[in-house]
């Protein structure tokens, strides 16, 4: 064999485009030589040996197939053309003599050599970018780290010493503590001190500073959740100037004689965008004013809602949510200023405290026909016994929603209140239990047409069948959503049988009862189908597509349709109820995934939540 197939057959990369790449990057070669050089020279001195041993045959000029005898010199040059720039010849400089090249092999022209180069320059292009895609390069600052810290040929790579060990200073001798911000000398070996590090210009913070998180690609078919409302093709005039009224709400000195649906509709802009103040709701003060509500007290100060008082006299009804700032001056003024205030609605009364409570109930008196609070945490048991001592009389409306303190303890006081028609004990701190309730619905539940009892997740199916079911009879509302112990059984049965002999409901709102099923929308069609004008069945998951369908026979009167999670719901049964209800205003159908884009639509009906790929303009 010949000494061309025996070169041939030596294992070696493209040493000029690697060595262009190693000097592209950065990367110091002195650093890198110091273990290949070693590893070369051992190599040398065995095959100088076993030339020496072999001398009597004569040179050898090629080998078989289980090996090939180069000579040092060749070794030495690594056998190619581009010996000057060649990796795996790194240090010509000690002094070895470079054989020439082969016989036969021709040398390459100064055009490829251009080419090889530009090649070189690219891959080390892609590859820089390829890092700095996947964080791994911080900058070109590190160069100077990298011909330290880089692996090579045979040089293997430096570790770190352990946090929290103790190493000596490169430079200043001194003893330190390794952290993570310890950087190594440069030139090595050794690592340097936070003070030297400092002086010789390596930032030690650097290293430890977190990449910038890459940022994620949004997918072209994100999931979008549309909503088809019907918007007015040409607006009033009375719509307009209300809109107008509201952007420049600052500017109005007085609305005048607007009517009061106008002026709620008013209210409602200005408290969507926060922009009410203390200043411009004045314009709805009047002295001829029996009801006010306002939709978000945010800004008002207690100063505020005094002049409230002092510019309504003749106030009945007062709705005030989000009323944060009112604090105990406040609701004992209203007590003593509002001399014809019965009811009373507050949303967030949080800085009211026990004595202020006491002391409204004793200057109020037996007027108070309602009294709903939402998110009071004082109020406590001592302030339920002053309203039951001084306002219970005449007391029709109740509602202590979110009342961080009421439980079990306070139903037998709720029991005295024979006159109430509508009660809301829902979503508190502590479950009711089922045997309190249904004590506290036998004593009140004749009389009470609203009833909410949301929440209360230790009440069950016994709750129903022995408390509701046979003690409220003239219920038009009904609400327990949230109950995880509810059946579908038991809900079946309570409307099938225990409830049977009441009238049809107006509104029923069972949502997020995750066990009610077939069977319990199929008995509550069946009893209060007829008649019902809001039907909220949210999170019924296993109801089945030929009951979900039935809805659209069984509810004419239906005006807001809930059926968001119920997974059999699908284009056909929102055709079918919209092809059937006539009275239809709003249909809420989030997490049905079978309802597309394409589902029909109706106009003046409100479908909100379908998930679709791409939104319909």
């Known amino acids: 064999m010949s000494r061309r197939g025996g070169a041939d057959n030596s294992v070696r990369g493209p040493a000029s485009a690697l060595t262009a790449f190693l000097r592209d990057s950065g990367i110091n070669t002195r650093t890198l030589n110091a273990f290949g050089r070693a590893g070369r020279r ?3 001195e065995q095959t100088v040996n076993g030339a020496n041993q072999n001398a009597q045959a004569g040179p050898s000029t090629g080998a078989g197939p289980s090996g090939s005898t180069v000579s040092p010199a060749r070794r030495a040059s690594g056998g190619g053309d581009d010996a000057e720039y060649n990796s795996d010849n790194l240090d010509d400089s000690d002094g070895g003599e470079v054989a020439a090249p082969a016989k036969g092999k021709k040398k390459p022209t100064k055009a490829q050599l251009l080419e090889d180069k530009a090649k070189a320059k690219a891959k080390a292009a892609a590859s820089k970018k390829r890092r700095r895609d996947d964080d791994d390069v911080s900058g070109d600052d590190d160069d100077d780290d990298e011909a330290f810290n880089a692996p090579s040929k045979g040089s293997g790579t430096v570790k770190a010493p352990n946090i929290g060990s103790f190493e000596m200073c490169a430079k200043c001798n001194t003893r330190f503590t390794v952290t ?6 440069i030139p090595p070996p050794g690592f340097l001190c936070h003070k030297c590090a400092k002086d010789s210009g390596q930032d030690p913070f650097k290293k430890a500073k977190a990449a910038a998180p890459r940022k994620r690609k949004v997918p072209a078919d994100k999931r979008k959740v549309v909503n088809f409302e019907q918007t007015e093709s040409v607006k009033s005039l009375a719509n307009l100037c209300i809109e107008i009224i509201g952007k420049h709400i600052d500017d109005i000195e007085a609305l005048g004689n607007i009517g009061q649906v106008n002026m709620d509709r008013i209210a409602k802009i200005i408290c969507k965008n926060r922009k009410l103040t203390p200043e411009n709701v004045q314009l709805f003060y ?5 009801d006010l509500t306002l939709y978000d007290a945010t800004s008002l100060q207690p100063a505020a809602f005094e002049t409230l008082a002092s510019l309504n006299p003749n106030l009945k009804h007062i709705r005030i949510d989000l009323c944060g700032r009112m604090n105990n001056s406040t609701i004992t003024h209203w007590a003593s200023h509002l001399h014809h205030l019965t009811r009373i609605e507050l949303l967030g009364p949080f800085l009211v405290r026990v004595e202020a409570w006491r002391a409204f109930f004793e200057i109020i008196g037996d007027r108070l026909e309602g009294f709903l ?10 302030c339920l016994e002053a309203m039951m001592k001084h306002s219970s009389a005449n007391l029709s409306e109740l509602r202590l929603a979110q009342v961080g303190l009421l439980d079990d303890e306070w139903l037998p006081h709720l ?7 509508s009660l809301d004990i829902s979503s508190l701190t502590q479950s009711l239990t089922d045997e309190p309730v249904i004590k506290l619905l036998e004593a009140i539940g004749s009389g009470l047409k609203h009833l909410n009892l949301s929440g209360h997740t230790l009440l069950t199916d016994k709750a129903l069948l022995d408390g509701v079911g046979p003690h409220c009879s003239k219920l038009k509302t009904f609400v327990m959503s949230g109950l995880e112990l509810l059946t579908d059984t038991g809900v079946a049965e309570f409307f099938s049988t225990s409830f049977n002999h009441a009238p049809a409901l107006a509104e029923i709102n069972l949502s997020r009862n995750h066990n ?23 999170s019924w998951k296993e109801t089945s597509n030929e009951t979900l369908m039935e809805m659209a026979q069984a509810l004419p009167k239906i005006r807001t349709l809930d059926v968001g999670w119920c997974r059999e719901v699908d284009d056909f049964v929102i055709k079918a109820v919209l092809d059937a209800c006539a009275s239809l205003t709003t249909v809420s159908c989030h997490g049905c995934n079978r309802v597309t884009e394409n589902c029909p639509r109706k106009r003046g009906v409100i479908i909100l939540g379908v998930e679709s790929h791409s939104v319909i303009a």
Do not use: W
């Not at 993570?180 to 000398?185: A, E, I, L, N």
């Not at 009047?286 to 029996?290: A, G, K, L, S």
């Not at 009610?516 to 949210?538: C, F, P, T, W």
């Open 286 to 290: 009047d002295v001829n004013r029996t």
């Open 180 to 185: 993570k911000y310890t950087v190594p000398c």
């Open 415 to 421: 029991a005295l209140l024979k006159k109430l028609t």
């Open 42 to 44: 051992a190599n040398n």
């Open 373 to 382: 609070i939402t998110q009071s945490p004082r109020f406590d048991m001592s």
């Open 516 to 538: 009610l099923a077939s069977r319990a929308l199929e008995a509550l069609l069946a009893h209060s189908g007829s008649a019902m004008e809001e039907l909220r069945v949210n």
